[in-house]
């Protein structure tokens, strides 16, 4: 059974830095695709960035040049660095991990930012 679990989330000033972590456990899992999403504000899950097993990425527009993600294959781990924080960052950011089969999340964690 496979499970992702989120850390790194909380509170943090404009202009600041927070790094998410997510470790997917299980059995033999090799996700092609390891990502984070977060809640948009109409409530929609919307693109943050995403990592292939082989390190392509890709990024949102909104976080360009501010977030960095990357992964550790043997750890099953993708993380995001989030540098120069804005307010509009707050919201919960969740972790993806996808196989050619399925597609998995985690619980979320909540990133605030605020003076």
Do not use: H
Not at 41 to 53: D, M, N, Y
């Amino acid at each position: 059974q496979v499970q992702l679990v989120e850390s790194g989330g909380g509170l943090v000033q404009p202009g600041g830095s927070l790094r998410l972590s997510c470790e997917a456990s299980g059995s033999s899992f090799n996700p092609n695709v390891m990502g984070w999403y977060r809640l948009a504000p109409g409530k929609q899950r919307e693109l943050v960035a995403t990592i292939t097993s082989g390190g392509s990425t890709n990024y949102a527009d909104s976080v360009k040049g501010r977030f960095t993600i990357s992964r550790d294959n043997g750890k099953n781990t993708v993380y995001l660095q989030m540098n120069s924080l804005k307010p509009e960052d707050t919201t919960v950011y969740y972790c993806n991990a996808a196989t050619r089969f399925a597609t998995y999340w985690g619980k979320g964690t909540q990133v605030t930012v605020s003076s």
